[in-house]
């Protein structure tokens, strides 16, 4: 099996032979999902601890659901509301939840590299479920997914990633992940939310979106941050909505089977007109939802499994 | 005690030489020196076998945790490591908690290093009240009180009326104001420098431009109100052109830099390592380059340890939270060697930034292996290897970048008024 890693950390240390392990993985999920026994056993008799240091529904669901299809004990911790207030520190924490003995521990944090920093202390998987402004790896897996899916491949295809990228540590794994599977990237967006150095990712890089749109296979919209920015980005909403949201008459300018997506919560009438993130033909917005299970399904098996492996090779030592 | 040094390449950052001789040392002064062999002899006679003999480094701006953080370094702890590291003139920040703002937490200061440390302790004193930026301190009380220089450290001073007046006044007295260039707005929060590396790390950053805004801002002061200046830490090419103007202007200007700025840069910091996190934040690698060019030239005078202890608590953080700085007593001197192997500086003018033009800036003893001078002096092996390892240091904290390094150049012992202070075993 070629997927070599203990934890998911981020799209950066992925080689591309791992990400189409957990793609593949991820496609016969989603039929299992789909079917009457939505049960798997591969996570059967392993703990799974989901720790959210920032508020989350959607994510937080997904992991708990894709936890539980796979068979594991699955306890949520909001962290945002406990020990951190008293004063805890991070490493504390990790430390504490380490004695519970969990096997996979879903971690998201407000600060960059907070969850590579807790993966060292602790002895199970770990899977980052979103850092600060670093990464979200599972969610540029299930874009992936996604477009894999939409589209037949995933390579060798115009994708345009629109907003706010400089906020987004979803446009930064996406940007990973699409550029080592070899796809032509632009990002479309207002300078001030572009972040520095941008231009030497390998990317193209658009302050107009109808330029940045045309011929794209598929249109990757972002949420405006307003709860990540510590100022002013932009002169105000409906401005951004003039130039930035996509429309149907700035979608136009793409390829006619482009496709639209979104990682949401979307602040309609904000990034995107209601209509085209409705529009069946074009929208796959609820696909990435139920993607999203699959790919987390996927990504904890798979860690899981290396987990046992490790844990197999330490008892037969001692 | 007369300590004759015989066999050693003495290296004078004055004359700008390195030649083989003898140096004597008679009542805690350099009472003769020569080239070649000698006739001369004294009580201690010690062999150098063609080992540097240099003058003391003087290491400004270093900040000791008392009062207020005796945890993270004591006077004891720092003046054992900085005897270890070849520092025979410490210039301490105000920066403590409560901050040196005051004559009498000064005279604590004086007092209390005196007693501690083996190596000369000489504090700097706040330039405004609590380092709020909103009054100036008793400069004239403090000064009369053995106050070396003025500053608020790396809070920088926002409102400009102010700035200037305390420069006036400070001008009138004669004193040294020691600014951090920095634009405060633009520089706030910021964990390492922008660019393509802190936007993969989704880390918060700072344009180096920052620093080029706080410069010119102090540096347009000084030329209205006449008054010494030392901006301590330049560690941009975008501020190199400002600072040659204004040093070419003939303003009374002088500039230094961290030994980590010099030796290393922002792609160290890696997986979010927090003992790379400084202040100013690590630069990009072109910026080291133009720092290191810009010192072999004399744009930038002096280099020092910028030495911040902080316990393990403070830095196992996420980047972004974790506190700034590292030590640097024990680790300057070999890491400065990197820009004598590696960059080609001559060890004289290495010593000229290590030793001369701090002790001469900041007018304090030291510098110089002239005869007549303080008999402040270390011998070191500028060749030998090691690793080192972080839990070796004589510091109480820990954080230093250099933990595994391999570095070039150790300190076998060092003097103060004539003094041994520190002498490495034999082995």
């Known amino acids: 099996m070629s997927f070599r890693q203990n934890h998911l950390l981020g799209i950066e240390t992925l080689a591309p032979d791992e990400i189409v392990t957990i793609l593949d993985l991820a496609d016969r999920y989603a039929e299992l999902e789909r079917g009457d026994n939505k049960h798997g056993d591969a996570l059967k008799g392993l703990t799974q601890i989901n720790m959210f240091f920032e508020a989350s529904t959607r994510t937080q669901a997904s992991f708990e659901l894709a936890g539980k299809r796979l068979g594991a004990d699955v306890m949520n911790m909001a962290m945002a509301a406990s020990s951190l207030k008293k004063g805890e520190t991070l490493i504390d924490t990790a430390l504490t939840l380490n004695a519970m003995h969990p096997d996979l521990l879903v971690v998201r944090h407000p600060h960059s590299g907070a969850v590579n920093l807790l993966a060292e202390k602790v002895n199970c998987a770990v899977l980052n479920a979103g850092d600060g402004k670093h990464e979200h790896p599972t969610q540029a897996l299930l874009d992936a997914l996604t477009i894999r899916r939409a589209k037949g491949r995933l390579h060798r295809l115009n994708i345009a990633i629109c907003g706010d990228i400089a906020h987004s540590r979803v446009a930064r794994s996406n940007i990973l992940l699409l550029g080592k599977m070899e796809n032509r990237i632009r990002l479309i967006g207002p300078p001030t939310l572009m972040p520095a150095g941008v231009s030497e990712w390998g990317v193209e890089m658009y302050d107009d979106m109808q330029a940045g749109l045309a011929g794209c296979d598929v249109v990757m919209m972002l949420r405006l941050q307003k709860e990540r920015m510590d100022g002013a980005f932009i002169p105000s909403e409906r401005e951004y909505y003039h130039r930035f949201g996509l429309d149907a008459e700035k979608l136009s300018a793409a390829k006619d089977d482009a496709i639209v997506m979104h990682p949401g919560p979307m602040n309609r009438g904000v990034e995107i007109d209601g209509n085209i993130a409705d529009d069946i033909n074009r929208s796959v917005i609820q696909e990435q939802v139920e993607m999203g299970v699959a790919v987390r399904m996927a990504a904890m098996d798979l860690l899981a499994q290396n987990l046992r492996a490790r844990r197999a090779e330490k008892g037969a030592q001692a | ?427």
């Open chain 2, 1 to 427: 005690m007369n300590i004759l040094f015989k066999n050693a390449r003495l290296i004078d950052p004055e004359a700008g030489t390195e030649d083989l001789g003898w140096l004597l040392v008679k009542d805690r002064m350099i009472a003769a020196r020569g080239a070649g062999d000698t006739t001369q002899n004294a009580e201690r006679v010690i062999d150098c076998a063609e080992a540097c003999l240099a003058p003391g480094l003087v290491d400004i701006g270093v900040k000791i945790g008392e009062p207020g953080e005796r945890h993270k370094e004591s006077f004891r702890s720092a003046g054992a490591a900085a005897a270890a590291g070849g520092v025979t003139t410490i210039v301490t920040r105000a920066d403590t908690t409560p901050p040196i703002d005051t004559p009498e937490t000064l005279e604590f200061v004086r007092r209390r290093a005196q007693d501690a440390s083996p190596v000369r302790i000489l504090p700097m004193a706040a330039l405004t009240k609590c380092r709020e930026g909103r009054e100036m301190t008793e400069l004239g009380f403090l000064l009369d009180a053995g106050a070396v220089a003025f500053s608020d450290g790396d809070l920088v001073l926002r409102d400009s009326k102010v700035l200037s007046r305390c420069m006036v006044y400070a001008r009138s007295l004669g004193a040294l104001i020691v600014g951090h260039p920095q634009d405060p707005i633009l520089s706030e929060g910021a964990a390492v420098t922008s660019g393509k590396f802190a936007s993969l790390k989704g880390l918060p950053a700072v344009s180096p431009m920052a620093e080029r805004m706080g410069l010119e801002r102090d540096l347009a002061l000084v030329e209205m109100t006449g008054v010494a200046y030392h901006a301590d830490q330049i560690s941009t090419a975008q501020s190199l052109p400002a600072l040659r103007r204004a040093k070419e202007a003939g303003l009374n200007v002088t500039a230094g830099i961290s030994i980590h700025h010099l030796t290393l840069n922002e792609f160290d910091v890696g997986d979010y390592r927090t003992f790379f996190k400084v202040k100013p934040p690590l630069r990009a690698e072109e910026d080291r380059v133009a720092m290191v060019e810009a010192l072999r030239e004399g744009l930038i005078d002096i280099i020092c340890s910028m030495h911040t202890p902080q316990d393990e608590e403070s830095k196992r953080l996420p980047y972004e939270a974790a506190a700034s700085g590292a030590v640097g007593l024990e680790t300057l001197l070999p890491a400065a060697l990197r820009l004598h192997h590696g960059a080609g500086l001559s060890l004289a003018d290495l010593f000229k930034a290590l030793s001369l033009n701090p002790a001469r800036r900041f007018n304090v003893p030291g510098g110089s292996l002239a005869e007549g001078a303080v008999a402040d002096l270390i011998l070191f092996d500028p060749n030998r290897p090691f690793v080192l390892d972080r839990f070796a240091l004589h510091s109480k904290s820990k954080n230093t970048p250099f933990d595994g390094a391999r570095l070039q150049g150790m300190v076998l012992a060092s003097f103060v008024n004539g003094q041994c202070i520190y002498e490495r075993n034999a082995s």
